[in-house]
């Protein structure tokens, strides 16, 4: 019997082991493993973002330019949902039975307890007439929240517009902290200037039960954080020109910059056609984007930075005469015959027996030796390799007028534009096989150059300044009393000195006095404008017309360009709409009122 | 010894002393196994409160409405039951032995007829006015009660095959009525009568045998198959080197090795043909709980969760996050471990083992002093069941033991329950406090 007696031992020893077992086990999972804790805590606490009032944007005069207007979403809670008369809500949403039926479906998919938007960006109206009866559908409310407003229809390429943030973005490290549904700039403004208008996010921690119910703050909200609103960003852009300039170049296609030479300041930022920016704030946005987008005029292309495949023209006349006054190959009285047999002048003038007169006459063959006398310095005996160390010499000063590279300007997507290179001929005709002869037509502007309408205006500013520009941009001011980004404080100096920049401004002010610039003249106003008009040949049609200004010809205010798709040349159509946007700004009136007509008749689009 | 005891309870029986004794009961009473019994309740009830606890809408303890005050209620009925249990004479629990056993047989085939299922089990008799009793609860005791009684009455080390066959119907025809009832956790807690059959002269062999099939069963699970047999073939080898005479059952080794691998690969037909699915997801979630966290490993994940970031010292009473916001399915009965474990850490759990310990080792040695056969007995039993449901509830909370849903004695929020493991210990007490009275004469 005695051994049976000692069989409790056997029994206590069991249950000791057992107690030490789950000591130790709990002693891991409770002390040594940490892991369990995170667990808790992402079970339990829920983050919930606080967003900010995104940034304002004002225009340089203090008009708003983008706005949060408030708007409604009906929400639903499937589970409060109580005796719903679906007829009489679809009623009430104006919305067809299915899609009620449909949308209550989704709703209940997503979560039955959580809320889920019904019925998103009603309109005040909506908002007013469906508030007033939800009384009777239990589960439904109203949700306010902020969305993108404009009071008035201009500048749509340049403020960009938000949307729901992409799940390419989502995925994108440089997103971190955006969450599904956030809305984020995506294009324009509102993209570049992201991270200043959306504003420092809060975070509120709360706690949730099983099924995502909040039960308060956690911690009585010790690291819960407040939302900061956005920046307020000030525009360069002058409303009322914006507008007017799109007013000039309503139906027509085109770009007109204008910029204020001194700051680099954009005054003005036309794309046409143009949209109004409401509408990418509605409901209808999506189908509006796609609209847009698949519109044969190419509606959404950017016209004033994307344009980069066209080649200035005439215009680019002015850039040659400054190298070669540079080089020293010319001086300002340097005359030529205007020699048709080198290449066509477009018409008979006068003799350019002068740099001046050759500018006002914009004279072709006189241009074709001033390039000859840049390119072909004799550096080498051999004919090929002069051409090819005058050409690189040429690119190399021309470029510093930002002419080929992407100026900088605060909007996403610039191109950089197309400037000839020896290497790029070495390519096409191979090495020492080419020659000023192959070359020459870039000495009017034609040929391998493609130069975008901004950095046309930003030639201008050059011109207006003597000799360097201030990276052209769109916002002068990140807060109300801020600065712009310091990429826009600083002068970036042509290779040219300021010197030689007398004879080609005289140059351009004959051609508005008396040359072919004579549409845009404001002389009876007083304001000397300096200009040149430019005919982009165009392959697939009829050439763009171009002309540059700027104004007045002493402490210039404005620089401007403007490019004109199909209007042959630029002194019919581009140099009249220079001439007016430069009247409105400097003057706030247009007294040439049948200029204005003759431009919004679009009757130049009709001579050949 | 046997015949003794007879004579002894002969004596008891006569009216007169019957009224003299049951004045004097009280200070016979094991009042450490009490003071256990109370602390264990009180905790439960305050962990009750703990669990179904809401910050957001702050219920009083005492409410009717929520678990706590339903338990504080079932535990003032536990009083008046503890009463009734002492005052009743501790002879009727042996000689009633049988009739209570034959009631509760009854009580769980009646229930398995008219009872309507609740959530896919049909164990619980409705008996109006919102109360339900569960009869599988009462069987436990009725069933110590029989063996216990059926035991004083043979000797089990004499082999007699008979006695061995009626001692097997008696543990376990309340189980298999029970598993009918779609009630397999509760069933399973009648294997604990094996640990009161190993004192009363069982043989070890099925103990070890028992032990060792649980142990290849769930290493299999964890194992892979091939490196198990390899393993068991060579400690089988490493003990026939070391003990040479095992060489001389050279055939027994073979075969036994034989049945070790067969049952090694019988385990996945077992598990996926024999097994109910929601069995084999409690196997499953055993073995890999991550596997699917939002499914079967829910309650295992959640549960390790709620324990593991109570941390060293937990977060403190009704600061539990996990168990507040019901995170932890089955708070307040089967995983009222986790309630513990979250908001009073490893030292809290800890010391809830100890109590536990305590009280088991008590209840040990109380059985041990018993001069009947029947009380010893009766006894283990007792121990062996509260073993049994601790081991198996603290198991399956820390991820050792597969979910089976049976609750944490005295702990658990349930009426039931509570009633059936307040009987099982006062019962025993009763009949251990006329002992030490009647030594005192």
Redesign the interface.
Known sequence: MKYLENRKYVIKGIYLLVGIVFALRLFYIQVIDRSYKQAAETNAIKAIVQYPFRGLIYDRKGQLLVQNTPVYDLMVIPKDVKDLDTLRLSQLVKLPLEDVRERLKKARAFSYVQPSPFYQKLSTREFAYIQDNLIDFPGFYINARTARGYPHQSLAHALGYIAEISPKQLDDSTYRGYRPGDYIGKSGIELEYEQYLMGQRGVKYKMVNVRGVEKGSFRDGTYDTLAVAGENLISTIDLDLQAYGEYLMNGAKGSVVAIEPATGEVLAYVSSPFYDPNLFTGKEYGKNYMALLNEPNKTMFNRPIMASSNPPGSIFKLAQALIALQEGVITPNTGYPCNQSLVKCSHAHQAPTNLEVAIKTSCNPYFYQVFRATINQGKSKNTFKDTAIGLADWREQITTFGFGTKLGIDLPNEKSGIIASPTMYNKIYGENRWKFSTIYSLSIGQGELGVTPLQMANFMAIMANRGYYVAPHVIRSIGENGKPLPQYQKRHYTSIDAKHFKPVVDGMAAVVESGTGRNASLAKLGIAVCGKTGTAQNPQGKDHAVFVAFAPKDNPKIAIAVYVENAGFGAQSAAPIAGLMIEKYLTDSVSRKPMEQWVLSRKYLEID | MGVEQKVLGNRLVSPTTVRRSSRLITPHLDWVTVLLYFLLVALGWMNIYAAVY???NVINIFSMDINSGKQLAWIGASFLLIIVLLVVDHKVYEHLAYPIYGFIILLLLVTLVVAKPIAGSRSWLDLGAGIRLQPAELAKFATALAASRFLSTINL?QQNFKDQMILAAITLVPPLIIILQNETGSALVFAAFV?AY????MSPLILIIGGSAAAVFILTLLVPKLYLIAGITILMALATWLDYRLLRRFKVIIALWGVVVAMIFSVDFFVNDVLQPHQQNRIKALINPEADPLGFGWNVT?S?????????WGKGFLEG??T????VPEQSTDFIFCTI?EEH??IG??IL??L??LL??RI?NIA?RQKSVFGRTYG?CV?SII?FH??VN??MT???APVVGIPLPFFSYGGSSLWSFTILLFILLAIDANRAKELAR
């Open positions: 809401s910050p957001d080390r640990l190993f004192r009363e002269g959640q390790k969760i709620a324990i593991g970031s109570g941390g060293l996050t996990q507040k916001f019901d995170f474990g850490g490893w759990s800890t083992i100890g536990f310990l088991l080792t040990v041990e283990y121990a073993f601790f081991l603290v198991g820390i991820g050792l």
